[in-house]
Every structure is written in structure tokens, then in C-alpha cells.
């Protein structure tokens, strides 16, 4: 398991023994859902591949075709960690082509969504980009899910493919409440 670096508390205070790895992972039950996938063949396309390693991906529907259909103009995705942890940073490797753009990260604790202010702008490239959730290199984000959406794609028919998500912080033994 890769580890990242030493956490801190919002107080400036090192925690003991918690080192920083990538908490989205179904082995310790974290699980997606996706607003939309392509041609909805979650099995191909589904965002569970966002959280594998592997040559599979995630891949929207067009916002051309949700509009059309009357859903909301936008890609939605919902973490649900099953359990507090402490979020650092977020971080997605995109297809380039096919990038998110207007995104908007919300942290979600006992069922309330707080946003986060960060308004991550991710280049049209293919390599892992990463965003910290704070200026400030010592401060974490404690939550149960988090939910990104992109309003847009640097794709012409609003598309998005992700072949990586990942988010680095700490797992809790303690409510985020």
C-alpha cells in the first residue's frame, strides 16, 4: 500500500502513527455511484473501475443525451467510504480528451453536505493530477462520502472518462460528528 506522509490535526498537531495512503478503496468498503455511464453498461463502463487498478475505466454518458432525456446537465459521483475518515487530497487521472471541467467538491457528514472550498481545474492531459483540499499542507477533512460534479468536459459532446480516482487520507475508528 503506497503511504503518502504524516497527518496532521486541525490544530497543527502530528498524529502519532497515522500515515496518509489512498482510503477509496472496496477492500475497506468504500463504494461509487455515477450520475450516468455510457450506454449504461456498468459492467464495461461502470465507475466501480475508478477505484481498480487496471486498464478499465469510468465513462459518462453525453451531457448532450442527459439533457435531452431531462436529467440535470452535469456528472455526479458519490464516494460513500462506509465509515469517518480524514481527507486530504483528491486524485484523478482522466482520459485526455474527455476531462472534467467546473468541478465542484462536496464533503457529506451524517447525511449533510458541506462544500469544500476548492474548485479544482484539471488539465487535458493523461496523468495523475492531484488536489489538496487545504492550502495549508496540516489540515485534513473529516467525512463519510464525498461527492464531486463537473458541470462540463473538454469533450465537444460533454463526456468523461476517468481511469483513476483516489483519495489520501486517514481511515477513523471515531464518528465525524
Partial sequence: ?????????????????????????????????????LNRDTSQYGPQHMLEDGDNAWNSAALTSLSASGSSKRHTLLLSFGRCVEMKSLGLMFQGGF???????????????????????????????????????????SAESLKITFKGSTDFYGRVTIYRLEVHGIDFETSCA
Fill in 1 to 37: 500500500e503506497e503511504q503518502f506522509e504524516r497527518a496532521y490535526h486541525f490544530d497543527g498537531t502530528t498524529m502519532s502513527s497515522s500515515i496518509i495512503t489512498d482510503i477509496a478503496n472496496p477492500s475497506n468498503g468504500t463504494t461509487i455511484r455515477a450520475s450516468s455511464t
Fill in 99 to 141: 476531462v472534467g471541467t467546473e468541478c465542484e467538491v462536496t464533503a457529506v457528514i451524517d447525511g449533510v453536505q458541506h462544500e469544500i472550498a476548492v474548485e479544482p481545474e484539471f488539465e487535458d492531459n493523461n496523468e495523475m493530477q492531484v488536489v489538496d483540499f487545504f492550502d495549508d499542507d496540516r489540515k485534513t477533512l
